[in-house]
């Protein structure tokens, strides 16, 4: 979907991964290497609750909200809006997602000075 979404809106999509970590010994340590490959390559099963561990996404592009950021506030499951930005930072040549910035219509910022009223910065959950 989102490939299509790029090229009917003539741009660019990319990859975002996640970074796994998993109990070790001494603590969480981060998937690398294969491992790392192996997770961001498993198929997600029909029933999961979780996505993959990757994500194309493309500036513009429809969105919905999944969990119930802030109820009071108007951002909740369900809400819609459009990905108007993402965060990121590269390791070993992939884009590592951090945040993403989502217009959402139904969203009032509260600070009245801001520059865009609708607009909302959430940690990627990729």
Known sequence: MTKVFAKATKQEFHIYYAEDTVKGQTGRVLLAGENAED????????????LSGKLALAIGM???VVDNVTVELKISNGSRGTLAGVKYFRRFGRRIAIAV???L????N???NTERRHRIQLAAKV
């Open 110 to 112: 509260p600070n009245q």
């Open 62 to 64: 429809p969105v919905i």
């Open 101 to 103: 910035d989502i217009d």
């Open 105 to 108: 219509l139904n969203y009032d």
């Open 39 to 50: 997770a961001w390559n498993t198929e997600v099963k029909h029933n999961a609750n979780d």
